[in-house]
């Protein structure tokens, strides 16, 4: 968007100068699996066709079998808010799955307009239920050739939720959180439990009928989905109108 500054030089002198509307940026968190860098890559190119600046980045390597610290993940995310709050434009943030955990922990320390949580892994049932799920790439966004994750790292992945999980008290800005009826990695009822014990005045969950896990990426439900965050992110819906 392109506006215009008028200015008078030595009285009589008209300068017509462009003004450059800064984009706001949409920060996202991606979840647990390999290619996580790309499962963000449809809504990425949706959103700046929209005109908003879309910042993807990886911040743990799942090629990298050693990259366990979660503190180091963590770090990866905080320095990525940082360089966005620099920039001086609004920020939005958004996270899917495991990345909905971290999300909302970095919703708690900077300042951002509002916080999108697409099927938020808040409460993963079990151990044994995510390593399953990792194997069989659920997650994962590639083909089925590809590596699966290791024990190790799911561990630093329960280890995240464990100890982020209750960031999300701690959030000051709106919140939308979308879950699939039939996720089959981490239940919609995680999303109800978590809400039900949030201010409901701040908070919406809204259900997505049939969608399983990875509806970000998952071409049926990206036409019903990327509006959504569109609208909510240009605060044309707000997680507490009717």
Known sequence: MRACVFLWYNGDMKINLPLFHKKDIVVTIHGFGFNTLHEMD????????EG?????????????ITDLDIKQWIERCEEKMRLAIKSKRKIHLLGFSMGGVIASYLASVY?????LLAAPAFYPVDFQQIERVAKEKIFASGPKNDPSMNSDQTKSFL?????YRN????????ILILHGTADDVISYKSSKRIVSLLDRSNTRLMYLEGAKHRFLYDGPYESLVFPIIRDYFRSEMTPWSS
């Open 111 to 115: 300042p951002v307009a509002d916080l």
């Open 159 to 163: 280890s995240v939720v464990s100890n």
């Open 42 to 49: 449809p809504l990425k190119a949706y959103l700046e066709k």
């Open 52 to 64: 908003f600046e879309v910042w993807n980045f990886e911040y743990f390597n799942p090629r990298d």
């Open 167 to 174: 960031s999300i008290f701690h959030v000051d800005c709106p």
